[in-house]
């Protein structure tokens, strides 16, 4: 899951170490086995758009 980044870069920074320990915890989905991994874009993708 790709977070849409914030205004400010230290809240980008907070927000990462967040994100990065939701993916430390590595949670599955009930059922399925699958885990959903959080990222923010590291070039300004907007939704539904692809970085280069």
Not at 13 to 24: K, S, V, Y
């Amino acid at each position: 899951m790709r977070i849409l980044g914030t205004a400010s870069g230290a809240s980008d920074f907070a927000i990462a170490g967040l994100l990065d320990e939701f993916n430390r915890m590595r949670k599955a989905f009930l059922g399925t086995g699958r885990r959903m991994v959080y990222e923010l874009p590291s070039d300004g993708a907007g939704p539904g758009e692809r970085g280069s």
